[in-house]
């Protein structure tokens, strides 16, 4: 008890205020996804009451454009009578502004400390993703060992994630916190550790059925090996990728869910409505959820959204609306090109963009990052540069 108190003590003493609400918050991430709203909006109402709120968000560049865009998709969304879209522009306004305060606040010690919390949390959520399990295989007189998947959602874990494919990209993004954890470390005890996570969010990405999560990898993981020139593990991972694909292709049922070319169908079926919503709306979409407002309309498939992380904010938001918010998001990305070209902190850099990666990736046939735990967990560590560039002043590496 003395060790994990000395332990303890050692990683959480002496944050300022702030950042423990910081840690408090992205520790919710990690449990239904309204206890993050909540947590959310009393952090908000702390930084008003404060009298902050305006400052902060003054102080983060181009942060007007993604107020107007939340603002102008809930006007739309209530103009189309699209309800819940309004409602979910005001939330998506409110993740906005605590992205925010977390750009004004965070620093290296903070993040790497969320990101190992990350890592820990994570281990709790995959034992309830084995308990969920059981009880699914239990409720269908399977056995556990014959690790069925079905397709049915209901029969896919999803631990706290509401979702068994919001836990898959939540598993995604948490693997390469790991890889990031790991090029830091020099101990064989951490390094142990790293990838004794990796795997257990792995055989949980599993369970979930979620085929489409495990594309990304092939492209993200040798990426931040290989930019942050860690050849070993590159060619191990190299190794582990050939031998996963030679083993799929002797033994596809691997597998189980082998519905594939039934979903594409279904997938093309949500595209093809997803068009025509744009066909009619293309300047500012019908709202936050256009897809779900709509597809009774056009006869389209019975879903929440297009699927597809293109067509999916053209669809609610319109050009006119991703214009705006490319202006945020283009002054996010300008930071991360920064630390590229001026060498600052590649490891850091390596992890940013491996996220965008994957959910550019994983989003050519899904939309899992518009929600509440992915979309949170995605900005956190995208606005991440902010360690550097806050208030315009450029840290050097030899500050970190």
């Known amino acids: 008890m003395d060790k994990i108190a000395a332990f303890l003590h050692r990683k959480l003493d002496n944050f300022s205020f702030d950042e423990y609400l910081i840690m408090f918050v992205v520790c919710t991430i990690f449990l239904p996804f309204y206890c993050s709203i909540i947590a959310i909006i009393g952090v908000l109402l702390y930084l008003t009451i404060q009298g902050r709120m305006k400052t902060i968000i003054q102080s983060v560049p181009r942060s007007n454009f993604a107020i107007a865009f939340c603002l102008l998709a809930s006007l739309v969304a209530a103009f189309h009578q699209n309800w819940l879209g309004a409602v979910c522009g005001i939330g998506i306004l409110v993740i906005f502004l605590f992205i925010f305060y977390f750009r004004t606040v965070i620093n290296k010690r903070l993040f790497e400390l969320l990101m190992d919390a990350c890592c820990i949390i994570s281990l709790f959520c995959v034992a309830w993703a084995l308990m969920e399990y059981m009880r699914i295989v239990h409720r269908l007189n399977y056995d556990f060992m014959m690790l069925v998947i079905e397709d049915s959602p209901k029969n896919r874990v999803n631990s706290t994630f509401f979702n068994a494919n919001y836990y898959a990209m939540m598993i995604e993004f948490l693997v390469l916190i790991c890889v990031y954890k790991m090029m830091q470390v020099k101990t064989k005890r951490r390094i142990i550790f790293y990838i004794v996570t990796i795997l257990a969010n792995l055989f949980a990405l599993y369970l979930t059925g979620c085929r489409t999560a495990w594309v990304p990898f092939v492209v993200t993981i040798?990426?931040?090996?290989?930019?942050?020139?860690?050849?070993?593990?590159?060619?191990?991972?190299?190794?582990?990728?050939?031998?996963?694909?030679?083993?799929?292709?002797l033994k596809p049922e691997v597998f189980q869910r082998a519905s594939i070319f039934t979903d594409f169908l279904k997938r093309a079926k949500i595209w093809t409505t997803a068009v025509k919503g744009i066909e009619a709306h293309p300047l500012l979409g019908e709202g936050p959820l256009t897809y779900f407002h709509?597809?009774?309309?056009?006869g389209g498939h019975p879903t929440q959204h297009a699927h597809n992380v293109i067509l999916d904010p053209i669809l609610s938001h319109g050009v006119i609306g991703v214009?705006?918010?490319?202006?945020?998001?283009?002054?996010?990305?300008?930071?991360?090109?920064r630390l590229f070209v001026r060498r600052i902190d590649l490891r850091l850099c390596s992890l940013i963009v491996a996220c965008i990666l994957t959910v550019l990736i994983h989003g050519m046939l899904d939309y899992t990052v518009y929600w509440v735990q992915t979309g949170l967990l995605f900005l956190l560590i995208l606005s991440s540069s902010s360690i550097y560039f806050h208030k315009e002043r450029a840290y050097t590496q030899e500050e970190v």
């Open 222 to 249: 040798p990426f931040m090996f290989l930019m942050n020139k860690r050849f070993g593990y590159f060619t191990a991972t190299m190794s582990a990728i050939g031998t996963g694909g030679i083993a799929i292709l």
């Open 294 to 298: 709509i597809y009774k309309q056009y």
């Open 323 to 337: 214009l705006i918010m490319g202006v945020y998001f283009g002054s996010n990305l300008k930071e991360i090109y």
